[in-house]
């Protein structure tokens, strides 16, 4: 995914849409949602985000992300 900066995003909530190359319904396959979420797990903690909310469509998603503090540089 490409970054447009460096921001310091802590203490907002950012909404995140990300679709996939050629509108694929990859997500319409239950085991590809799976390593979506376990993706999601690890660069949670990994960058230091709460998930607050998230919808998965057959061909994008969409998050609610909020950094913990500075260290939540989700660039």
């Known amino acids: 995914m490409a970054t447009r900066g460096h921001e310091k995003y802590y ?8 679709n ?9 396959i239950s ?3 799976l390593i979506l979420l376990r993706n999601l797990e690890f660069y949670r903690k990994k960058y230091h985000f709460k998930l607050l909310g998230y919808v998965i469509m057959p061909n ?8 913990d503090n500075e260290k939540g540089n989700i660039s």
């Open 11 to 18: 203490d907002y909530i950012l909404f995140i849409t990300t």
């Open 20 to 28: 996939v190359y050629q509108h694929i319904k990859i997500f319409a």
């Open 31 to 33: 085991k590809y949602c």
């Open 60 to 67: 994008h998603c969409h998050f609610l992300i909020l950094p």
